[in-house]
């Protein structure tokens, strides 16, 4: 860290652009060519030793607060897995050593920037690609310190190829008119912190973290050949302790009904089937806290969790109504009939009802690949979901197929199975393939009761003819920009209401119920940011180019999104599904979708 230290120490004390760190000027003689004159050149890495730490500006109103990442060959730390499990583990395991810098950098009498303070990454309990711990091919360092930025090239012989690394991304906040402390943090706090890191790095815990995820790998590509759609392990902890996402302590922990208990690479748990399955039980029992356990389980999550061993379809979606949202050209017709002065097989409005927004995300979710629906009828619209046949018999005249008349077919036809909570309305049972009820926090089967019950009462389900679920719509370029018009500059902004700001769009998020990082909602807007601003095309083949943008982040990592143009986004990104980028363009107000012709 010696040039880093030379560049801090040589700035004014008031200075607040720290231009000389970014700009990682140096001059670089060669002693095996003496008659060739040095140059200069402009790299802001810094290395302690073979550990580089490469500064960059967050963006133009925060130059006081550089974002650091950190190189670590992977050689160091005695390792090879270069898996996202591998990355989240090294991001929690280097949180501890942050916390204590910042626990000595702490004064409750100063606000941070005269402090100082260290930001790294949180994660909640899931297992997320991230921009903020990740691996790269990194260079190594080819040089030796000379004076001041002076730095004198290596033999060839004595150059390293580059090196796989373990990229560890921060933020570091500088105190104002402080350069010694600063240099203390940057040249020497981190780079020991970082020291200790390695010295310390535990292999049996990522070992086990790696085995976990061999189990949890194992188990999804069992459910992909199986009947079932989901899985919840026996000792599943799944109730959230108040305000937080962490598990409850003291909680009824989750156990297999006898007649569902499965098991899989040696773990015993409950099998939810493909079909159409109700969960019910009185209020609080704890059925909506188990269908968000199986919400959660479409992405992998770490040891204590308590749903570590909760895994579901990666393609499920949460659906729910959503008054207001906007809908352009979907064909809503299996469950809308008619509405007066519209066609409900290519159905636009700005201000979606609750039953035509629930309609329109079934639909949309279907078209994209969903092959597992979660639906809690407390965020779902009543006269979407059921019409007893006493209501029937009253009403002729009624435009809405409800849901329990279409339920069975979307499985039987797509291919898409259902899992429900429901706690007010008979008419499920009829139509569920299994009931499971909730009582005391614990499961158990009451299928065959229900279907007596049922026979008792005389239900009859008279279903509609089969529909036709097929989505014929394109988008074209037309308002599809980050630019507002008649402005120059972008706009891209991201509120923690619950809103995407980008070009004159406002898109609500809020219906983006699978959503489980606020992070993942900042790189849902510069996904797509770079989604318009590549666009070259009148027409716009929305699935390919969004296949394409994930191949690439694959190859290049998320950070390829990121643009210090924009100051009111976060640094930090975690990727979000397809689903959740599709149901955001989908949102778009001033985009322009039209119906395909036959």
Known sequence: MKRLKSKLLSMELDTTTYHEMYDGRMFVVDPARPNVEGYTDHEPIYYND?????????????????????????????????????????LRAFRPYIEELNAELYNRSRPDNESGKYYLHVPGGEILVRNTAYFALCPSRDYSYGSGSTVCLLPDEERQA??????????????????????????KDLPDAVDRFIADFDPEGLNNALALAEKQSAIRAWLKKS??????????????????????KNAVAFRSTPEDEIEICGIRGMGFKKGVTVITGGGYSGKSTLLDAISAGIYDHVKGDGR?????????V??????????????????????????????????????????????????????????????????????????????KKEPITPFTDRVNEIHRTLGVSTILVIGGSGEYLSVADRVYMME???????????????????????????????QKRTLYAEGFSSYPQRSG????????????????????????????????????????????????????????RIDELYERIEKEGVDLLYSSFFTTTERFLDLPRRQELLALIYRMRLVRFIKKEA
């Not at 614990?442 to 009761?449: G, S």
């Not at 049922?454 to 003819?465: E, F, K, M, Q, S």
Request: with cysteine.
């Open 50 to 90: 073979q550990i580089g730490f490469e500064i960059t500006a967050t963006h133009k109103l925060a130059q006081d607060k550089p974002t650091v990442t950190i190189l670590i060959p992977c050689e160091q730390l005695r390792f090879s897995c270069l898996s996202p499990c591998a990355a989240d583990f090294c």
């Open 162 to 187: 580059p090196k796989m690394c373990l990229c560890i991304r921060l933020q570091v906040q500088l105190p104002k008119r402080k350069l010694r402390k600063t240099v203390q943090m940057l040249c």
């Open 227 to 248: 009947d079932y759609c989901a899985f919840v392990a026996n000792g599943s902890i799944l109730p959230r302790a108040k305000g937080t996402n962490l598990p409850l």
């Open 308 to 316: 570590e061993l909760c895994i579901t379809d990666e393609s499920a």
């Open 318 to 395: 949460t659906i729910s109504a959503e008054d207001g949202r906007s809908v352009k050209h979907v064909n809503i017709a299996p469950f809308i009939k008619w509405l007066p002065g519209g066609d409900t097989a290519d159905f636009s409005t700005d201000h979606a009802s609750g039953s035509t927004s629930q309609a329109s995300n079934i639909m949309e979710a279907v078209d994209c690949g969903a092959t597992l629906l979660l639906i809690d009828e407390d965020k779902s619209a009543t006269n979407f979901m059921i019409r007893d046949n006493m209501m029937k018999e009253l009403i």
């Open 440 to 470: 005391d926090y614990l499961i158990k089967d009451v299928t065959a009761r229900s279907k007596n019950i049922c026979t008792a009462a005389g239900v009859l389900n008279a279903l509609p003819a089969p529909a036709d679920w097929s």
């Open 489 to 544: 500059s972008e706009r891209l902004e991201v509120s923690d209401m619950g809103f995407i700001f980008i070009g004159d769009e406002k898109i609500d998020v809020r219906g983006l119920h699978d959503i489980v990082s606020p992070r993942q909602l900042d790189t849902l807007g510069f996904m797509l940011r770079h989604l318009e601003i590549s666009n070259n095309d009148l027409v716009i083949d929305l699935e390919k």
